[in-house]
């Protein structure tokens, strides 16, 4: 009996492509499940867990009744969902809210300038400032929160039960506790 017959059977019984096909699929598995790799982002090599403060402004969010915002669970204590570069973070506390001031600059006849409050009848548009507070992994090129960067000037989408609006990240700090 003759190794391998005319039709590329191996002892008649096994046709050599088939062979192939099974040691590449039985290679792929044991690749996949005994050799799997390292695990875990490239960001999460060589990289320490701090608890980390982002201020965010939001200018201009129009609003009928801000309580009524602060009310229902966007509140001081409270968390919001946070969405960095369209990639979902995931809920993250909330420090403090402070409304800012609507001012316009008045020159004044002698010259010198005024902050005054703004008389303009948009009631609705609010101006706030954010602290939220969570943990950020530290990498040489700065904390990330989730698999993203925060840098200042980068923008948040923050979402939650009844709102989703973008604010700026101003200001960044690390408690190195």
């Given at each position: 009996m003759p190794i391998l017959d005319s039709k590329g059977r191996l002892f008649g019984k096994i046709n050599l492509l088939d062979?192939?096909?099974?040691?590449?699929?039985?290679?792929?598995?044991?690749g996949i499940f005994i050799y799997p790799g390292t695990s875990g982002s490239v960001a999460q090599v060589g990289t320490k867990t701090l608890p980390i403060?982002?201020?965010l402004v939001v200018r201009g969010?129009?609003?009928r009744d801000p309580?009524?915002?602060?009310k229902q669970g966007f509140n001081k204590g409270g968390k919001t969902n946070v969405i960095i570069r369209n990639q979902p973070h995931g809920e993250i506390g909330i420090k403090s809210i402070q409304e800012l001031p609507?001012?316009?600059?008045?020159?004044?006849p002698d010259g010198s300038v005024k902050?005054?409050?703004?008389?303009?009848?948009?009631?609705?548009?609010?101006?706030?400032?954010l602290t939220l507070e969570g943990k950020a992994q530290v990498t040489n090129g700065g904390p990330v929160l989730g698999n993203s960067k925060v840098k200042i000037g980068m923008p948040f989408e923050l979402e939650g039960?009844?709102?989703n609006f973008n604010a700026s990240v101003i200001d960044i700090r690390l408690n190195n506790k």
């Open positions: 062979l192939g096909a099974g040691l590449v699929i039985l290679l792929v598995i044991i403060e982002v201020d969010l129009n609003v309580e009524q915002l602060f609507r001012t316009i600059t008045v020159p004044q902050e005054l409050p703004d008389p303009r009848a948009n009631n609705f548009s609010r101006d706030f400032l039960f009844n709102y």
